[in-house]
């Protein structure tokens, strides 16, 4: 069974930084998508970036692009989201999955991920 597991989430201040890690288990394929995801309060999930296991492209939303970078490490099964430049429209429970379809233009429907992680808590303060 698929298992995600998101670490690294905190409080900061504007400006700050922090780095999202999502560790996996149980992917047996080898073409597939990890995207990061985020949701405020009373508001819909929201696709922040994603990355393909295959060649490694990635896809930025643009209200992150510039400050947010997505990276993996295949040796961990660990993916990365370093976020820098914090804002307070940051804020949010960030959420890693995985599209078993492989990479194409579906990858940036929440609707197509089969596993989901727990989510972490980034909260970013003015």
């Known amino acids: 069974e698929v298992q995600l597991v998101e670490s690294g989430g905190g409080l900061v201040h504007t400006g700050g930084s922090l780095r999202l890690s999502c560790a996996a288990s149980?992917?047996?394929?080898?073409?597939?998508?990890i995207g990061w995801f985020r949701q405020a309060p009373g508001k819909e999930r929201e696709g922040v970036s994603y990355?393909?296991?295959?060649?490694?492209?990635?896809i930025y939303a643009d209200s992150v692009k510039g400050r947010f970078t997505i990276s993996s490490d295949k040796s961990k099964n660990t993916w990365y989201l370093q976020m820098n430049n914090l804002e307070p429209e940051d804020t949010a429970v960030y959420y890693c999955?995985?599209?078993?379809?492989?990479?194409?233009?579906?990858?940036?429907?929440?609707?197509?991920?089969?596993?989901w992680g727990q989510g972490t808590q980034v909260t970013v303060s003015s």
């Open positions: 149980g992917i047996i394929f080898n073409d597939y998508a």
């Open positions: 990355i393909s296991s295959r060649d490694g492209s990635t």
């Open positions: 999955a995985v599209n078993l379809r492989g990479w194409g233009p579906w990858v940036q429907s929440a609707y197509g991920y089969d596993y």
